[in-house]
């Protein structure tokens, strides 16, 4: 009998939001995480990258766990930027359309006026989803964390890379009452396992979600090989070839794509650029100009295009092989959602061919030498 979200011990009402979405049969992080969460719910570490469902597998439990009497935070969800913790906290809204009481979710995050989430914060809000840096500024302002029994970190490693150890650091010492922390994270590099070494349990329930079960099918994966002084020329004919398709382009770093932005304006493409250097206001006007479809294409770095989730992306271009494998799927995953198709095409210089093999094997899948 096939696995159901009711098979892993969740809620009716919760069931019921989740199907509303679509949401009928659980991933891979969600089958280990959820009956897990649900029983013991003690520190658990995983390793998923975006696209996997770990909202879900994480958000459910929490919902389940909560009690929306207590006029106190009792989740506490840490996200590395503004659009990830808006992507979450909408979710998280959208499973408990069929909760009855109502499970209030607030998020906190920069760009937006603190005195309106200090107001919001005063109603009883069992979960609250929140940027490091944001937090910091309300704790500051008066905000309690002593109710909190479960912390969520999600993508861990962002957040590390971001420069975030100290506001980390002071979170947990914030949340001294905490039953839990539950920590997801794409890679796990030295500074994560020190995150987990200084503030989890020894004996934290680890998960791993492999690579080649979080493949999407509908995901066309194309090479084209480029010498470097080429790729410009080739991605300007790529996209005057789009018609009306949108789509996203990865650069490694962020000069990189601010680069390639004043490429693709000089011979007239509609782009915007999207890197770690804009304020939070440029950022939002470019988002709201790609979401909107006044900008057909948008350029962007890894760190930046965190909690990108925009509909009907045609295509992803990856100027450059990522430093991660990990990094491919969450790149490529931009592409191809809600059951559409679509297509990821990496420019690669001729001496990189090998490393095409290696993502083919790592992640199971076949690539096609694009024409």
């Not at 009956?35 to 469902?53: E, K, M, N, R, V």
């Not at 789509?247 to 999207?274: H, N, P, Q, Y």
């Amino acid at each position: 009998m096939p696995e159901t979200f009711e098979t892993l011990g969740v809620r009716a009402d919760l069931v019921q939001g989740l199907d509303a979405l679509g949401i009928q049969r659980p991933t891979p992080v969600q089958s280990s995480a959820i009956p897990f969460l649900l029983g013991a719910g003690s520190d658990l570490i995983a390793q998923a990258q975006t696209g996997t469902g770990k909202t879900a597998a994480f958000g459910v439990p929490l919902l389940m766990k909560v009690d929306p009497a207590i006029d106190q935070i009792q989740g506490l969800i840490i996200a590395p930027t503004r659009e990830l913790a808006k992507q979450i906290g909408k979710e998280l809204f959208r499973f408990t359309k069929f909760c009855n009481p109502k499970i209030f979710v607030e998020v906190a995050a920069g760009g937006d006026e603190i005195e309106d989430q200090i107001h919001r914060l005063s109603r009883p809000t069992p979960i609250l989803v929140a940027t490091p840096g944001r937090l910091m500024d309300l704790l500051k302002a008066g905000l309690q964390l002593d109710g909190v029994e479960y912390l969520i970190l999600d993508e861990a490693d962002e957040m590390l890379s971001m420069g975030f150890q100290q506001e980390l650091a002071a979170i947990f010492k914030e949340t001294p009452a905490r039953k839990a922390t539950w920590l997801f994270s794409a890679t796990f590099q030295k500074r994560v396992e020190g995150l987990i070494q200084d503030n989890m349990s020894a004996n934290a329930h680890r998960l791993q979600v492999e690579p080649k079960q979080i493949v999407n099918r509908n995901i066309d994966h194309q090479f084209a090989l480029c010498a470097r002084e080429e790729k410009d020329a080739f991605i300007i004919n790529y996209l005057k070839g789009q018609g009306s398709e949108r789509g996203l382009i990865f650069c490694r770093t962020r000069a990189g794509a601010i680069r390639m932005g004043e490429e693709l304006e000089k011979v007239d493409l509609s782009v915007g650029v999207l890197q770690g250097d804009l304020s939070q206001k440029d950022r939002d006007k470019v988002m709201r100009g790609f979401k909107k479809e006044r900008i057909q294409f948008l350029i962007a770095t890894d760190v930046a295009a965190r909690g990108i989730d925009v509909e009907g992306l045609a295509f992803v271009i990856q100027h450059q092989l990522p430093d991660a494998i990990q990094y491919y799927t969450h790149r490529s995953g931009r592409t191809a959602r809600a059951g559409k198709k679509g297509v990821s095409l990496t420019l690669i210089e001729p001496s990189e061919r090998g490393q095409i093999t290696k993502l083919e094997q790592s992640l199971g899948l076949n690539f096609t030498l694009a024409e």
